[in-house]
């Protein structure tokens, strides 16, 4: 069953045209990835200092649809690919099972409290392996 983290956009992050302002849906995924993370089992409070680390090195976003103020938001989160020391999640936010947003970002492993890059360690692969079937 895949992870799907929920949200109801603020006033505040809604522009002059009514929809999420753009910037808004990579705060959006970067919140859902900790939920998602949390949900494996990785407490963000502490497995982000002790267990790994994750930096991004690169964020596509393509918007599908508008989302409004005050709207029921689905972030659905699914790793499509695991490297060595790197990783994507693919994000896909809907509105009523209409499709808003998709977004692509790419994490590098890195050793807790530095930006050297690391191997995924294995328990969080094998969490995400298990998540991607």
């Not at 929809?19 to 990835?33: I, S």
């Not at 089992?41 to 599908?64: C, N, S």
């Not at 530095?114 to 294995?122: E, F, G, L, N």
Request: aromatic share 12%; proline share 8%.
């Amino acid at each position: 069953m895949p992870f799907i983290h929920r949200l109801r956009p603020r006033y505040a992050e809604i522009d002059a045209q009514g929809v999420v302002f753009n910037a808004h849906w990579l705060t959006y995924f970067d919140e859902a990835c900790t939920r998602f993370f949390e949900d494996m089992g990785f407490p963000p409070a502490t497995a982000f200092f002790r267990d790994f680390d994750l930096m991004v090195v690169k964020a596509t976003i393509e918007w599908q649809g508008p989302a409004g103020f005050d709207e029921h938001v689905e972030v659905e989160v699914v790793p499509s690919r695991l490297g060595n020391s790197s990783l994507d999640l693919r994000y896909t936010a809907t509105v009523e099972d209409r499709p808003v947003c998709v977004g692509t970002i790419t994490y590098v492993s890195v050793t807790p409290g530095t930006h050297d890059s690391a191997p995924i360690p294995p328990k969080l692969r094998h969490q995400l392996e298990a998540a991607s079937a």
